[in-house]
């Protein structure tokens, strides 16, 4: 693989941050950008929870110590407990209320619709390679932290107009620090605020050394129906050099017990492109993981950040730098390993099989609105009263206390907007879709410019014409989309089809000079 596509499957920094890649193709999903970032998602993620794209990403957890049955239709959502009792209330008095109003969230337009992601910032300690917008505290006021994520989450679905949530995604950090109480609290807001689907997918991100089994159990009990397990490695030595607080054993035992409890509901992170890792001994990881997995995983390729332990280590020559060609050969041959195991891969760095996508971060790949609830976290939505349709980026004050002393002031602790033009949302949808194996259909890009196709964009171009060709890109009936090769090498494809984009929007939109 080119040297210079590696991004494309980099660790999609999956909470605080912005899952979107730029337009590289990079996904940072911690850090604070007002345009594009990781996959998000990714995001994509070099974070203590390297899951899915958190924007979009993930963690672990677990004991064999609870072998109950799973919570009723965990699947389903189905919430047994005080706290579950009291969401479902919720629901159904909101659902009253809007049927009386004469509303109907279930068929609510793409406007009045979005994913809400909430980000927990604290974590146990601070991995070697994490950038993240995360903290380590002596103590933590999970009381005024619940109250402020409710506030939060209460304000921003009545400034975006947002009538139906989606799914649900709890972030950080490490979100499985926090009480199952918390996150009862913050679904049962959404459902009083919103119209919540009792099939909603309601994601959490989990450590496998802070959460036991009993602790999974309770978070099913509140609601969460899907986890994602920061595994990151099956080798002791590499956790260690990554500063995971885990064992290999620890994470199998976590992801026994999660499978027990949400069947079919569960991803895990593998990690590649380590300082000396070789593709024999990673390939052999990956085929361990196998025997234990679920139904998706997600592949990240390490991300040396500036400022990160593990940084520090490599710069001076004290670690060996991570090789791009190797960690390029070990993409390369997982994702084969994984399709001839049945997996799909449906994105860059995700994979599935049995139907189990990641319906959250479909969202961000399908630049639909998501709100960004918590300290550092981004969000993307169409304030009501803007006027026509100018899609915000917003990003939230970063520190957990001054985040906190915001929102009790103003109801919100939203310290940057930036409105997105019309060609920034393109560039975005074809970098976003073409991530996808779906790729960007016709009927999908017609939703962004429905003056400008497809086809008037890409369809006489020279160069994209030798991209097809070459088998990497293929246009046709359905849209845009890559080819199982051209996936591979994403950011090189957009090198040529981001210029042509550019090229073509502004030919389109400029208007003849007079006398020339």
């Known amino acids: ?276 890792q070789q593709v024999g001994p990673w390939l052999g990881q990956l085929q361990e993981l196998l025997r234990h997995c679920d139904d998706h995983i997600s592949l990240y390729q390490l991300s040396l950040e500036r400022g990160t332990a593990l940084f520090t280590q490599v710069q001076p020559g004290a670690l060996p730098a991570p090789d791009p060609e190797l960690a390029a050969e070990m993409y390369q041959e997982g994702r084969a390993v994984l399709r001839e195991a049945g997996f799909r891969q449906y994105e860059v760095s995700n994979f599935a099989r049995n139907g189990a996508l990641s319906t959250h971060n479909w969202t961000y790949w399908q630049c639909g609105q998501y709100l960004g609830v918590g300290p550092g976290a981004h969000g993307r939505f169409m304030p009501q009263g803007v006027g026509g349709h100018i899609q915000e980026a917003r990003i939230q004050t970063l520190e957990p206390d001054n985040w906190m002393k915001e929102v009790m002031l103003f109801g919100h602790g939203t310290r940057k907007r930036v409105p997105l033009g019309e060609l920034e949302l393109l560039e975005e949808v074809l970098a976003m879709g073409l991530r996808t194996d779906v790729g960007i259909t016709h009927q999908h890009w017609q939703q962004f410019e429905p003056q400008l196709t497809l086809w008037d964009v890409f369809g006489a171009s020279t160069e994209v014409k030798v991209l097809l060709e070459q088998g990497l890109l293929l246009l046709d009936h359905r849209g845009l989309r890559c080819s199982w090769e051209g996936l591979a090498v994403l950011d090189s494809l957009l090198l040529t089809l981001l210029p042509r984009l550019q090229e073509s929007w502004l030919q389109s939109t400029s208007s003849p000079v007079p006398g020339g």
């Open 1 to 276: 693989m080119d040297r210079r596509l590696r991004r494309a499957h980099q660790c999609p920094a999956g909470g605080a941050a912005d899952p979107r890649p730029g337009p590289s193709g990079r996904v940072d999903g911690r850090g604070a950008r007002s345009r594009s970032p990781p996959p998000s998602a990714p995001v994509a993620r070099s974070a203590c929870l390297c899951t899915a794209w958190r924007p979009g990403r993930g963690s672990a957890s677990g004991a064999a110590s609870c072998r109950r049955s799973p919570p009723a239709a965990v699947g389903a959502m189905a919430l047994p407990g005080a706290r579950a009792r009291g969401w479902a209330a919720a629901a159904k008095m909101a659902q009253r209320r809007r049927r009386a109003e004469g509303a109907s969230p279930s068929r609510a337009p793409r406007s009045q619709r979005a994913a809400l992601y909430v980000h927990w910032p604290y974590c146990e300690k601070r991995c070697s390679y994490c950038n993240f917008n995360k903290y380590i505290p002596r103590g933590v006021e999970e009381a005024a932290m619940r109250s402020c994520l409710v506030t939060e989450a209460q304000t921003l679905l009545q400034l975006s107009g947002v009538r139906r949530v989606d799914s649900v995604f709890f972030g950080g950090g490490t979100p499985s620090l926090a009480s199952p109480h918390t996150v009862a609290a913050v679904l049962e807001a959404v459902a009083q605020a919103a119209h919540l689907p009792a099939d909603s997918e309601v994601t959490l991100e989990v450590n496998p050394t802070s959460a036991p089994g009993s602790r999974l159990a309770a978070f099913g009990a509140a609601g969460v129906n899907r986890l994602s397990i920061g595994l990151q490695s099956l080798d002791d030595t590499e956790l260690r050099l990554l500063g995971r607080t885990h064992s290999a054993n620890d994470a199998l035992r976590t992801l026994a017990e999660a499978r027990h409890l949400f069947p079919g509901r569960v991803s895990v992170d593998l990690m590649l492109g380590l300082p000396a």
